[in-house]
RNA sequence: GUCCCCGUAGCUCAGUUGGAUAGAGCAUUUGCCUUCUAAGCAAAGGGUCGCACGUUCGAAUCGUGCCGGGGACGCCA
């Protein structure tokens, strides 16, 4: 398609280029690129602005020059047909606009491949694994998980359709501390329910779902006064407390769209066992050592800005230790590349997670730290307080409820995941066109219904040689649907899905503008025909990229 | 103090590998529905791209230093 289109221009440059000026210079890098302006033609080449200082002329003699060349090689190349004209353009561009065949022929293709289309090998059927959310067992999903939720699960699909051999995961942290204060807070809770006076701590859960546990807890167990509450012991309470809200999430997630290929546990992974051997490699590397009773691990030497305790001077592990043995764990795996999703309160984390990666003797290249920044609720331009520590919180199901999930996943989306997100409940639901969902959503319900009335008539979409669609918003309508591809791989290159809601957005622009002037279902059929195949095309790519980001398109509005 | 992110129109933000006259949406003003959905389209106004220096034929983009806003920096997870 359009990409191809562009690495056979770029070769062609550089071979005729080649070809003529053997020997006389080194021949600066060929790029093209997709100029801004119209005026400036489909792809710009830059070579003539490089080579100025070198051959010390002009850059619009040197670009004339050069374009002879070009234009010589090209009369002799398949590409003859798909390139309308070469221009130059001050200060020294070569500007080259590609012909109607070219338009056609990506229209056919769009066509042809239909949900195909944009699928590509680019990952080579590389492993990636994206490790998101993994948020840990103790309370239900917030608005700070759904961000990372939606960002890893539309990433993973992005990478998926273009080539890669992807897993989702999903952490599960069913040990340490925080899951010994749940148990205490549910055995507390239930105590309380029992009729007890209680005293509970600040540092315990305080939510309110806690009392949901512990009464279910009552129930599950028959259990009816204080006394049988006290044959359970910790475990217990932990083990109910964590199956019970695990359920919650992943109920939470799957109403979500979000889907996770594995579920790790920790308490599995990152055994007694497990820990020792990664650590022993570790430390095998001497990047272990004793200070003040606890065990270090020297990730200073690997990027970090200070040592880090990985056995406390009791005797217990800190997180870093599981983590680094699941870390260790996953590249065993098999994985080629390793992408975990965190919040900001984790980026102090990249560098450890880094060294660790490094100190076990794999590429920390290879691990990608996402970190995707917060979003704050709004209510009617009014930020909504949160503070988990007091149990005030608005669950990822209050959202959902609130506003649905397409409108939340596109929310999640808007905006490039490092920049700090406001989410207004309000405008995501409001029916209007301040909404941004219904921007996309509109194009497509529009289109349903242009072929609704098509089927009326008894009117057919073209299948190929599209010579009656040359006005300026049918040619950029096809522009843009080519270049669906780009956008699936600035998604890659940033590791961000945000490039496909950029890119819809655009798409729908131009389809809009198309729809607005001209009329797909007119007097002339041969057009007629054209156009509905134009506007065929476009719902396959809206529909495409939509069902990568999870978001669902309604058929009328 | 160290590290991360941000600073572009009144507001919210785009602007991939440096490119030609810096773009949308909202808000303001004004046009377009007897014709496939007006949740749309067209037009106008609105800018020292935080500041300075540097690299380059060329800088919103890269580098350095400041200024301003947010966040992270525990033998917590």
């Known amino acids: 398609m359009l990409a191809n289109l562009k690495t056979q221009l770029e070769d062609l440059i550089k071979k005729s280029l080649r070809g003529a000026l053997e020997g006389s210079f080194e021949l600066p890098s060929i790029e093209l690129e997709k100029p801004k302006e119209k005026s400036h033609g489909d792809f710009s080449c830059n070579v003539a602005l490089r080579c100025a200082k070198i051959l010390k002329k002009s850059p619009v003699s040197i ?40 338009f056609s022929d990506i229209l056919t293709d769009i066509l042809r491949l239909s949900i195909q289309f944009g699928k590509s090998d680019i990952g080579k059927g590389q492993k990636i694994q994206i490790e998101f959310v993994s948020a840990n067992p103790t309370g239900p999903l917030t608005v700070a998980h759904a961000r990372q939720a939606v960002v890893g699960d539309a990433l993973g699909n992005i990478l998926k359709f273009i080539g890669f051999e992807v897993k989702k995961e999903y952490y599960i942290n069913d040990e340490g501390n925080q899951v010994k204060i749940l148990g205490q807070s549910i055995n507390l809770r239930a105590q309380e329910a029992l009729g007890e006076t209680i005293d509970f701590p600040e540092d315990h859960y305080q939510g309110s779902y806690i ?26 309470f932990e083990e109910f407390g964590v199956s019970y809200l695990l359920d919650k999430i992943k109920d939470d997630l799957k109403s979500f769209g979000v889907q996770f290929d594995v579920w790790t546990s920790q308490a ?70 390793v992408i975990n999703i965190l919040g900001p309160d984790h980026h102090g984390y990249i560098s450890r997670l880094k060294a660790a990666v490094e100190a076990l003797g794999y590429d920390s290249k290879n691990l990608d730290v996402l970190i995707v920044q917060l979003a704050t609720l709004y209510r009617e331009g009014k930020p909504l307080s949160m503070s988990t520590r007091k149990g005030e919180f608005i669950s990822l199901r209050e959202v959902i409820d609130e506003v649905g999930v397409d409108a939340a996943r596109f929310f999640f989306l808007m905006r490039h995941i490092k920049v700090h997100l406001d989410f207004d409940l309000e405008l995501a639901k409001e029916q209007s066109s301040e909404n941004p969902v219904y921007y996309i959503q509109y194009a497509h319900a529009r289109i349903n219904s242009i072929f609704a009335n098509a089927k009326e008539q008894n009117l057919k979409a073209s299948k190929k040689e599209f010579s009656f669609l040359q006005a300026p918003e049918e040619i950029d309508l096809i522009q843009k649907m080519a270049s669906f591809e780009d956008a699936l791989s600035i998604c890659l290159t ?58 669902s398109v309604p058929e009328k509005m």
Request: proline share 2%; glycine share 6%; aromatic share 10%.
């Open 63 to 102: 670009a004339e020059e050069f374009k002879g060349l070009i234009a010589l090689t090209l009369e002799k190349s398949s590409l003859k047909h798909k390139i309308k004209s070469i221009e130059i353009k001050a200060p020294g561009f070569i500007n080259f606009s590609l012909s109607n065949e070219t």
């Open 211 to 236: 009392k949901d546990i512990a009464n279910e807890f009552l129930e599950k167990n028959q259990i009816k006064n204080v006394q049988g509450l006290e044959k359970k012991n910790e475990k217990d």
């Open 268 to 337: 599995k992974v990152a055994t007694q066992k497990n820990i020792e051997k990664a650590l022993e490699s570790i430390d095998k590397k001497g990047y272990i050592y004793d200070q003040d009773g606890a065990t270090w691990f020297r990730t200073t030497e690997l990027g970090d800005d200070k040592d880090r305790v990985i056995k406390k001077s009791d005797g217990q592990y800190t997180y870093l230790a599981p983590d680094i043995a699941y870390h260790k764990d996953k590249f065993e795996r098999g994985f080629n590349r």
């Open 494 to 551: 940033q590791l961000d899905p945000f490039g496909m809601v950029s890119y819809l957005m655009d798409l729908a622009g131009c389809f809009h503008k198309f729809y607005d002037k001209y009329k797909v279902i007119g007097d002339d059929p041969k057009l007629s025909s054209e156009r509905l195949a134009l506007v065929e095309a476009a719902r396959i790519v809206f529909a495409s990229g939509l069902k990568l980001l999870g978001v």
